[in-house]
């Protein structure tokens, strides 16, 4: 049984529906699609689930070896870092257009990387596999597989195939006590952060981008418990990640992510709130997991740059503002000593268990207090709640017509979870069940006396 996240590349020509395979495989939109060749330049980086297996995809340009176009030299470099990064490949071919030279040049070159290798035939919806795959067995590389990346079709038989020797939830890393990633861009002064947490120069820092080329985990006890850190490779704008030695940074750092219980995200106060700074925290909130906003070399800031600094936080991140925000610096030490704490709190947050009694508690005082509105006449009724786990917490709640309950009225029982049980630093997820109608689609069959008495109201109302 493989014990690693797998990491899943999907390559192929231009315009054959890999960016939209991408936003299907993720449950997201963040690769863009349009009906253009090479909209795609770079590589795309997104998690994945699929029957409790998790996993990495990364998306990327199209493949064109024989173009002479510069920027297809780049997508064909970045595309090629992407195979080596990848424990699985999905080589996309368009099912309407047939099979092309590129896809032939494509085949040759993925012949020789000696990885698993899945040819999919794309764009198939309605068409029998014998007609839509039988021109693409002339490729060398195994039984096609049709799929359809825009309606699904294919989709959950090919991900149960390839995540077979896949663990059900992603092995923990074999760390002691608290689990703690430490991720940001090249040079905010993540590996200075980790040595002054431990009092010596246990990792490599030094005043240049991309020192650090591997996630590095180093035990060590803080106020009677026990962490583990991990520093990892800094995440930099794809476009500028050229280097053979840190092709693997990306990938390490997601996978850093998905297995850490608490993720301390570094930002540097001197430089403005990236896009990419945003990406990274939004790839940390949509795995759940618990966070804090460290914002490092504070230290030299005059006060107008401090209110400038905060006012772009909660411009730019708003989606985050259950994670506490603590201004450091880690060469100093200023606000260092604080921030294990706040590691520690966030922990027994994701990992807090809630009494069920206390649960239905609070979710029958919320309710009493604010009352869910009425649908089409119908009041939206929430009965009880349970917990569904941890890391993150999970609390779900039962009750009738609740895919009709507004966002506005969701957001209000989160935060008054959340505030019951001092839920800080975590994403808590709120999932709500409608019980089914024991009577749906049930005819309501009449007894001989209702049959004889509906006669005689009908008699009655024919006379008038």
Same mark, same amino acid.
């Given at each position: 049984m493989n014990e690693k996240i797998p990491t899943i590349a999907l390559v192929g020509r231009p315009n054959v529906g890999? @960016?939209?395979?991408?936003?299907? &495989?993720?449950?997201? !939109?963040?690769?863009?699609?349009? *009906?253009?060749? =090479?909209?795609?330049?770079d590589r795309q980086y997104g998690f994945g689930s699929f029957e409790n297996k998790a996993f990495i995809v990364?998306? +990327?340009?199209?493949?064109?070896?024989?173009?002479?176009?510069?920027?297809?030299?780049?997508?064909? /470099?970045?595309?090629?870092?992407?195979?080596? #990064?990848?424990?699985?490949?999905?080589?996309?071919?368009? =099912?309407?257009? =047939?099979?092309?030279?590129? $896809? /032939?040049?494509?085949?040759?070159?993925?012949?020789?990387?000696?990885?698993?290798? +899945?040819?999919?035939? %794309?764009? @198939?919806?309605?068409?029998?596999?014998?007609?839509v795959a039988g021109d693409f067995y002339a490729l060398g590389l195994g039984e096609p597989v049709p799929v359809s990346a825009q309606h699904g079709d294919g989709i959950a038989g090919l991900l149960r195939e390839l995540l077979a020797s896949y663990p059900e939830q992603a092995a923990?890393?074999?760390? $002691?006590?608290v689990c703690v990633a430490i991720v940001g861009r090249p040079n905010v002064g993540k590996s200075t952060l980790v040595n002054r947490l431990l009092g010596e120069e246990r990792v490599v820092a030094a005043d240049m981008p991309g020192t650090t080329r591997d996630a590095i985990a180093v035990p060590f006890d803080y106020d009677g418990h026990r962490f583990t850190l991990i520093d990892t490779a800094g995440i930099r704008r794809r476009a500028r990640v050229w280097e053979a030695v840190e092709k693997f940074s990306i990938v390490k750092t997601l996978e850093a992510?998905?297995?850490?219980?608490?993720?301390?995200?570094?930002? *540097?106060?001197? %430089? $403005?709130? @990236?896009?990419? $700074?945003? !990406?990274?925290?939004g790839l940390v909130a949509q795995r759940g997991r618990a966070m804090i906003i460290a914002i490092n070399k504070w230290d030299g800031l005059q006060s107008d740059e401090r209110e400038q600094v905060?006012?772009?936080?909660? &411009?730019?991140?708003?989606?985050?503002?259950?994670?506490?925000?603590?201004?450091? @610096?880690?060469?100093?030490?200023?606000g260092v000593g604080e921030l294990m704490g706040f590691v520690q709190d966030a922990y027994d947050a994701t990992m807090r #268990?809630?009494? +069920?009694? /206390?649960?239905?508690?609070?979710?029958?005082?919320?309710?009493?207090?604010?009352?869910?509105?009425?649908?089409?006449?119908?009041?939206?009724?929430?009965?009880?709640?349970?917990?569904?786990?941890? %890391?993150?917490?999970?609390?779900?709640?039962? =009750?009738?017509?609740? /895919?009709?309950?507004?966002?506005?009225?969701?957001?209000?029982?989160? %935060?008054?979870? !959340?505030e019951a049980f001092k839920l800080v630093g975590v994403p808590l997820v709120l999932s709500f069940k409608t019980g089914d109608n024991p009577f749906k689609g049930r005819k309501n069959e009449l007894t001989g006396r209702q049959i004889k008495k509906k006669r005689r109201l009908m008699a009655r109302v024919k006379k008038r």
């Open positions: 890999k @960016s939209t395979l991408f936003n299907r &495989l993720t449950g997201t !939109r963040d690769a863009l699609v349009a *009906d253009l060749p =090479g909209l795609t330049r990364v998306d +990327t340009g199209g493949l064109m070896p024989e173009s002479a176009d510069p920027l297809a030299a780049l997508a064909e /470099e970045q595309a090629q870092i992407a195979l080596q #990064e990848a424990d699985l490949v999905l080589f996309l071919v368009d =099912g309407l257009q =047939g099979r092309l030279g590129p $896809d /032939e040049a494509i085949a040759k070159q993925l012949r020789k990387l000696g990885k698993p290798l +899945t040819l999919l035939v %794309n764009k @198939s919806e309605g068409q029998a596999k014998t007609a923990p890393l074999p760390l $002691d006590g992510i998905e297995r850490a219980h608490v993720v301390v995200a570094v930002l *540097d106060a001197q %430089n $403005d709130i @990236s896009e990419q $700074d945003a !990406r990274l925290l905060r006012y772009q936080v909660s &411009l730019k991140m708003p989606f985050l503002d259950y994670a506490p925000v603590r201004y450091i @610096s880690a060469r100093h030490g200023t #268990e809630m009494p +069920t009694p /206390e649960l239905n508690r609070i979710l029958e005082k919320a309710v009493e207090q604010h009352q869910p509105p009425a649908v089409l006449g119908r009041r939206i009724k929430l009965r009880y709640a349970h917990q569904g786990g941890q %890391n993150p917490p999970k609390i779900v709640v039962h =009750g009738n017509q609740t /895919e009709k309950l507004p966002e506005a009225y969701k957001r209000y029982l989160t %935060n008054r979870f !959340r």
